[in-house]
C-alpha cells in the first residue's frame, strides 16, 4: 500500500490503462475454471508497514530515532540551524536561522544511541580526529558514526559525541566542529543542541535494525505466526475470496539468513500460505513489494532512509535473481496464479525505459518455468499506464500477463475536502470510464490489485461506507477483466481491515447492488 508523503499528494493521478477484456482467470494448473480473481493481500505481514500495525514498534529503545528518521538540530547558545552547505561535499556550518533541506539529516541507526547522519547529497556527516565536521564520505565508518545522548529532563536537548570521544559544539556560525572536551552540562554552551525529529518510516528496516539482532526474531516470529493464520484462509474462503495477494521483500529469496538487518523466517511464511491456500481451493499471487535498491521512498519497499537506486544495474540484476528464485520455488505449485515483478515503481524514480527493460527480462525469467502462470507488472506511480498497456500485447509477444493499477481516492489532493456522494459518483463515472477505457484486443488483462474502502471525509457514517463500497465493489468487479484485490486483511484503522469490514456489514456479498459471488 503507498504510504506516499505530501510532495506526491501534489500530483494529480494518472489511472488509465488499455487492457483486454477476459471472462474468467483459469486454473493455470490443470484445475476447472474459478472465475476473476476476488482478492485480499496480506499486507503487514511479510513486509512491515508501521501504519498497519504501530504497537510492533512499542518496544524500541529510541522508537523515534529509526532507520529514516529526519533530524534538524539547532545550537543553543546560537539559535542557528546546523547546515550541510551545498547540500554536502564541504563543512558543515551553523549559521541558518531556519531549517529547510540543507538543515535536514537523516538517520542511519547503528544502535538505540549511536548513529549516522546522511545529508541532502547523500554524503555522511564526518568528524575528523583533528576535529573537522564535513559532509564529504559517499559511505559511513567509524569517523562518520555519533552518539546521541539526550538529556533526561528534555529528550529535545541533545549532545552529540564523535568517535573520537569529543563533543560537537557551534563556538562560531561558519564551521561546527568536533573538539569540546570533558563533558558538558545542559545550560546555555556551544555543545548543546535542540533536536527536532520526524519519524518518516516504519518498514521491515526500521522494525529489524530498531529491535537489533538479539531481540528481532523473537519479534518477527510471532508476528509472521500471529498476523495470517490458518484459519484466516478459512474465513477468506468462506466468504467468497478465491485469491490472495502475498507481498513479499526480496530479502525472501536468502532466507533462512538474510542480509543485515533482515530477519529470516519469510520464506516458510509464506510455504505456510501456498498449503493454506491448496487446502481452500484459492490462488496466490506474489507480489514482489521491496526490490533491492528500493523502487520508491516509501517504507514498504524495504528502504533504510527513503533514497530509492533501483535503477542502478546492479540492483535490477539482483532483482531478477530473486523473480527466478520465486518462480523456480513455486512455479510447480498448484495454488501459484501469478507472480508481480515489482510493486509500485515511482516515476520520479524509475524511467519507463528501465522499468520496460526489467519488465521484459522478468516476463522471460518467469517464463523459464512456466508458460501459464500470470506475470503481473504494476504501474508507474505518477505516470500514465497506458505506457505499459501499450508494451504488454500479444503482438510484441506477452500472454498470460496482467496490468496492476491500484485505485484509491486517497493521497492525492483530487480528493481532498470532497463529500461521500462526490466519491461514489467519482467512482461510478471516472472509475468506470477508467475501467471501460481497458478493453483493447491484444493488451494485457487488468487488475485492481489495491483498492480500500477508506475515505478522505470527515464523519462519514456507517452507511456511507457501505455505500462506498458497494459502488467500488460494483465498478471494479465489472471492469478490472482479472478481477480485484482489497488492501488489506487486518489493520489498525477499520475500513482498510477486510475482515472486520465483513463482519460488520461494510463490505458485503452478492445479494444486493455489489458484492461478489
Not at 559511505?139 to 568517535?163: C, G, N, Q, Y
Request: charged share 20%.
Amino acid at each position: 500500500m503507498p504510504a506516499r508523503p505530501l510532495l506526491l499528494l501534489l500530483l494529480l493521478p494518472f489511472l488509465s490503462a488499455s487492457g483486454r477484456q477476459i471472462t474468467n482467470a483459469s486454473d493455470h494448473h490443470g484445475g476447472e475454471a474459478f472465475g476473476k480473481i476476488r482478492a485480499v493481500n496480506l499486507g503487514g505481514w511479510l513486509v512491515i508497514e508501521k501504519w498497519i500495525k504501530p504497537s510492533l514498534f512499542d518496544g524500541i529503545p529510541n522508537k523515534d530515532l529509526l532507520d529514516g528518521t529526519q533530524i534538524q538540530l539547532r545550537s543553543l547558545k546560537l539559535g542557528l540551524f546546523v547546515s550541510a552547505d551545498g547540500g554536502g561535499g564541504q563543512k558543515i556550518s551553523v549559521n541558518r536561522p531556519s531549517a529547510s533541506e540543507w538543515e535536514t539529516f537523516k538517520l542511519w541507526r547503528v544502535t538505540s544511541t549511536r548513529f549516522q547522519l546522511r545529508v541532502s547529497n547523500n554524503d555522511f556527516v564526518s568528524a575528523s580526529d583533528e576535529g573537522a565536521v564535513e559532509a564529504s564520505k559517499s559511505s559511513p565508518d567509524m569517523w562518520e558514526t555519533f552518539e546521541i545522548i539526550r538529556d533526561p529532563s528534555s529528550s529535545k536537548r541533545v549532545h552529540l559525541r564523535a568517535h573520537s570521544g569529543m563533543y560537537l559544539q557551534a563556538k562560531d556560525p561558519s564551521q561546527l566542529t568536533a573538539d569540546y572536551k570533558g563533558t558538558p552540562g545542559w545550560d546555555n554552551n556551544p555543545a548543546v543542541f535542540e533536536m527536532f525529529v520526524n519519524t518518516l518510516l516504519g518498514g521491515e528496516f526500521q522494525l529489524a535494525n530498531g529491535y537489533g539482532l538479539a531481540a528481532a526474531p523473537a519479534i518477527f516470529e510471532q508476528h509472521r505466526n500471529g498476523l495470517v493464520t490458518a484459519n484466516d484462509f478459512k474465513f477468506l474462503a468462506s466468504n467468497g475470496i478465491n485469491a490472495v495477494r502475498i507481498p513479499v521483500g526480496w530479502w525472501i529469496a536468502y532466507d533462512p539468513k538474510p542480509p543485515f538487518p533482515f530477519v529470516g523466517g519469510s520464506l516458510q511464511a509464506l510455504d505456510n500460505a501456498f498449503q493454506w491456500a491448496g487446502m481452500n481451493n484459492m490462488k496466490v499471487i506474489i507480489d514482489l513489494h521491496g526490490a533491492p535498491g528500493s523502487q520508491n521512498p516509501w517504507e514498504h519497499s524495504g528502504t533504510r532512509d527513503g533514497v530509492s537506486i533501483w535503477s542502478q544495474p546492479k540492483y535490477i540484476s539482483q532483482t531478477i535473481q530473486v523473480i527466478d528464485f520465486l518462480a523456480s520455488r513455486y512455479s510447480k505449485n498448484p495454488a501459484l496464479l501469478g507472480i508481480e515483478l515489482l510493486n509500485e515503481p515511482r516515476s520520479d524514480d524509475v524511467s519507463f525505459e528501465t522499468l520496460k527493460q526489467y519488465y521484459t527480462l522478468g516476463y522471460q525469467t518467469v517464463r523459464k518455468h512456466t508458460s501459464t502462470a500470470y506475470v503481473i507488472m504494476c504501474q508507474r506511480i505518477g505516470a500514465d499506464p497506458n505506457e505499459l498497456a501499450n508494451l504488454l500485447t500479444k503482438e510484441n509477444g506477452y500472454s498470460n500477463v496482467a496490468l496492476d493499477i491500484h485505485l484509491y481516492n486517497l493521497f492525492y489532493v483530487t480528493f481532498y475536502g470532497k463529500s461521500v456522494q462526490w466519491n461514489i459518483d467519482y467512482v461510478y463515472n471516472e472509475r468506470k470510464q477508467q475501467l471501460d477505457s481497458l478493453r483493447v484486443t491484444g493488451g494485457p488483462a487488468i487488475f485492481v490489485g489495491e483498492w480500500t474502502n477508506e475515505l478522505n471525509v470527515t464523519g462519514a457514517s456507517s452507511s456511507d461506507y457501505t455505500a462506498y463500497a458497494t459502488a467500488q465493489l460494483e465498478v471494479f468487479g465489472a471492469g478490472a477483466s482479472l478481477g480485484w484485490s482489497f488492501w488489506c486483511l487486518k489493520n489498525d484503522n477499520l475500513h482498510w481491515d477486510f475482515e472486520r469490514s465483513v463482519k460488520m456489514g461494510y463490505l458485503r456479498r452478492k445479494g444486493s447492488r455489489g458484492g461478489w459471488p
